[in-house]
């Protein structure tokens, strides 16, 4: 009895979320996906852990705009550059909000962290602020140089160490990757030796799985399996918990240096006027740490990938490297103008793979419109920069990887304003463009040229290795190839 009487109540409660969630008579001639179930809408037919290329199937038929429903959820999706740009840029400040999810509202991640929070003016402060102690301009681009070096060098000893062996690269690119981070952010670095980069590793798999775009999101859509203890609210819940403890063991009370970004962000928790608090900090830092790590890491080893596959592009980086920089010196950042291939090759690794392929899910602020279509206040909108990344009707074999597609014909990269560059969004654009871009770029341009100056890399298996073409990735948040070993040659023996 009690269990009828508690399947009755999330019923009602289901069906009024449902009911208050649907104002489809305002966008009612964007065209809608079919077939459409009563309660469920499109979710039968969607398979949740391939959405972007099952959204790009759709784009096909529906056209650049369409609309899907996931149960209670009518959500917008946009699939070519015009779209997304008039989203994003030319009515950016009515698109710039975040739905309200229940992944996000369950550990009042909503209201202090930057990347699920919706455009308040806390959000823009808090923006404002990370951007200023990241200081990813003038000065605060050779303090970058000097925090990434060190860590290029242990990277390089870790390879060279590998003495030809086959290894699995993740590990050590992660490790990399993520000490950059925590010293921009503590001002401290972690051992590889201990425990703390492995915990950073395991909360940040599960998080890229909880709140990706993939079968996590199906707690946002069924709020209630919340109830029943389902295996993605599990997984919620260990993500929050493993976070929250290393927050508590490792974090909190470590000695930061006075020029770090958590010190910055710990001075605003004193202002009373501010509405920031521990817990603000703690998700701006996880938003950082992580959205910092994982997605460069994955681009630097989907890179390797790619050369492993195609021994021709690292053969002209390699050239390219011994002419501008030579064997001697370690790479800076004064050579990444004199180095137009591998610039391209970087270009075409973030539309080619599109690392974050549906972007985060942006919701309207107010009434908008989008292709003369009216869009009403409290719409979900997907970005997905994916189909617009492989628009067939653009890129001239949009799944083949080629550099040359951002160099003119004597060679240089195309200017900044060339169409091609312009619809190369992989970081998003306007009032939620992805903090990190500046570092992301630098960072990759640092690490890739030193390590390819030292080694050349090699398959350590050919028949188990995955496939480069990002379509057979898994996704969360991030898209992820198969993991995989290589052979490291030391170009200097
Ligand atoms: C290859 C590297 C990276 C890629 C491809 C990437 C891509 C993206 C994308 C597509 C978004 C969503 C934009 C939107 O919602 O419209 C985003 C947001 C974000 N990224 Fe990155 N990102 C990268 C590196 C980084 C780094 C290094 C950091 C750390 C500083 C970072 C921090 C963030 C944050 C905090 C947001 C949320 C911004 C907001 O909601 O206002 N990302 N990124």
Known sequence: MIMLILLFVIFVIYISKI?????????????????RWPLFGNALFFDLTKTHLVLTELSQKYGPVFRIKLYGDEIVVLNDYKSIYTALV???????????????EHADRNRNSIVWQTYTPKLKMLRKEVHKSLRMFGDGLNSLEDKCLPEVEALIVRIRDTDGHPFDPWDYIYDTTCNVMLLLLLGVRFSYTGD????????SRLFNHTFGSGSGSRLDM?????????????????ALNLRNSFWEDKIKDLPRKNDSVVTDLLRLTEDPDLDVTETTVKETFT???????????TAMTCLLLILIHLPEVQDRLQAELDTVVGRERTPCLADRAAM????ACLLELLRYISHVPLAVPHSTISDTFIEGQKITADTTIYINLWAMHHDESFWNDPWVFRPERFLDKHGSI?????ERRRRVLAFGAGRRV???????KNRLFLFVSAILQKFRFEAADIPSLPDMDPRTYSLGLVLHPGRFRIKAKRRDS
């Open 90 to 104: 030319a009515n950016g400040n009515e698109v710039a909000g975040r739905p309200s999810m229940y992944r996000t």
């Open 287 to 297: 938003n950082l740490i992580l959205a910092g790590t994982d997605t460069t890491a």
């Open 222 to 238: 069924i709020p209630w399996l919340h109830i029943l203890r389902n295996q993605d609210f599990s997984v919620l819940k260990t």
């Open 414 to 418: 195309l200017p900044p304003q060339h």
């Open 19 to 35: 009911w208050k969630r649907s104002p489809t008579s305002d966008f009612s001639r964007i065209p809608a996906v079919k077939p």
């Open 340 to 343: 137009p291939y591998l610039e």
């Open 434 to 440: 992805c903090i990190g871009e500046v570092l992301a």
């Open 196 to 203: 703390e980069l492995n915990r950073l590793k395991e909360i």
